[in-house]
């Protein structure tokens, strides 16, 4: 581990120049409201600027999300290669994207997690300016005090963290896509070998003193990622975990999509606290598409109440979706109709409808939405005469599988990341 370490500054010099700039390239999005930059937002010691982007349409106090690019990147090009605003759009909340203007190690617009004023509370530069950005868009957009959140990629997960360490009164909870621990980068260094309960007493000497709850934690790292480590996603498991007081054993594990494997740990009441994603062959280039999905229903953006189980870590509360599943079945075989209902106040103009099939059963065909997998975890998605979805609207599919005794309907049904209601009968 030590070496592993040791080696990772010259890994960040000769790659991260490169892979930082490469977001995820996704489809562009088109929206009737814009991305605004926003002048004279406060003290601002860390140089910074603020863009903003505010839906055409959003509660009378809406929740803010602050989202950050990595080092050599931009905020414009974060808005446009991510699926926050896309999100915003759908769920109604205000999108922060700060640009940072530091330099490290030959690479420029990064965010300050090094210098001993950004790593404390109410120390200076950069936390400082983002903080002055919330408060901005609390006072000019109405945005609630109580619903701020942060999420980034590479520096700005490293920023997500250190954010959530310096002003825990701030930000109620955090998505760091390929980051590191708070505290990793100290003085300019970078990460030694530290136990949970070291790392956790870096977190509360961040704001000594402070005894208010905690921002809650969805850390996501891929396996061959070259340029920070996959280790530092346990790093951030054992910090945060620690700072909560709970094990760094989880509650649960699952897989909520091929290739993911989630680790949730949750304390003695089941409100998950911190969830860690690995991202099976992942390089530094998160988030995917549908990632950021599950990072708003963490959140509670999505009308889901952003506490224990469920996809993204929501117990319950309000969906935006519901399931109607009717099993017919036969020795060695089965059918399956679903209907899939938009329960939600706005349109669902393209969806992926994903789902796990029980042991033994294997897709053969099916209509209405091609599908991905035919045993396990399955996706369908639409077709071009079924995809738009008006509120209150419905549409069926359904396909006919292979069973080898368990004739039982899939679990886990998620639309386009979102956890639906669900109901079954056969």
């Known amino acids: 581990m030590r070496r592993l370490i040791k080696a990772l500054a010259g890994i960040v010099v000769a790659a991260l120049a490169v892979a930082l700039c490469t977001v995820t390239a996704l489809v562009p999005r088109a929206s009737a409201a814009s991305l605004t930059q926003v002048s004279n937002f406060g ?85 400082v300016s983002i903080v002055d950005m919330v408060t901005y868009a609390e006072q000019h957009y109405g945005g609630d005090p109580q619903r701020v959140f942060a999420t980034g990629f590479s520096s700005g997960a490293m920023e997500t963290n250190n954010l959530l360490a310096t002003y825990p009164d701030v930000f109620k909870a955090g998505a760091p896509y390929s980051g590191i ?53 346990q790093e951030e498991v054992d910090e945060w975990t620690n ?9 649960s594990i699952d897989t909520p999509q091929s290739g993911w494997t989630r680790r949730r740990f949750a304390d003695s009441s089941g409100t998950v606290d911190v969830e860690a994603y690995t991202i099976a062959g992942a390089g530094h280039d998160l988030p995917h598409p549908g990632m950021a999905a599950y990072a708003i229903h963490f959140f509670g953006l999505d009308g889901g109440d952003g506490g224990g189980g469920g996809t993204g870590g929501g117990t319950g509360g309000s969906s935006a979706c519901r399931v109607t599943a009717t099993v017919g079945s036969w020795p060695g075989g089965m059918t399956e109709n679903i209907t899939i209902a938009n329960t939600g106040s706005s349109a669902i103009n393209g969806w992926s409808l994903a789902f796990t099939l029980p042991s ?19 996706t369908a998605k639409n077709l071009s005469y079924n995809a738009v979805l008006a509120p209150g609207a419905s549409t069926g599919i359904g396909f006919q599988a292979n069973q080898t005794g368990n004739a039982a309907a899939p679990t886990g049904f998620t639309l386009n990341g979102t956890a639906c209601d669900v109901s079954t009968s056969g």
């Not at 109604?92 to 300050?112: E, K, R």
């Not at 294997?362 to 396990?376: D, E, K, L, P, Q």
């Open 360 to 378: 033994g059963q294997t897709i053969t065909s099916g209509w209405n939405a091609t599908y991905s997998g035919s045993s396990g975890q399955v």
């Open 43 to 127: 003290a601002n010691p860390g140089n910074m600027q603020m863009y903003v982007y505010v839906p055409g349409s959003v509660p009378a106090h809406p929740a803010i999300l602050v989202a950050m690019h990595g080092c050599n990147g931009w905020a414009p090009g974060f808005y446009q290669g991510t699926e926050f605003a896309s999100l915003a759009d759908r769920y109604g909340f205000i999108v922060i994207y700060p640009q940072a203007s530091h330099s490290t190690n030959g690479m420029s617009n990064c965010f300050d997690v090094w210098s001993d004023a950004a790593l404390h509370h109410g120390g200076g530069s950069d936390p």
């Open 243 to 251: 700072v909560f007081g709970v094990s760094q054993t989880p509650t």
């Open 181 to 233: 621990p708070y505290g990793c980068m100290a003085g300019g260094g970078m990460c030694g070998d530290k136990t949970p309960q070291q790392w956790g007493d870096m977190v509360r000497n961040a704001y000594p003193g402070y005894t208010g709850p905690r921002p809650r934690v969805q850390a996501w790292h891929g396996t061959s990622d070259s340029v920070l480590p996959y280790s530092m996603l």
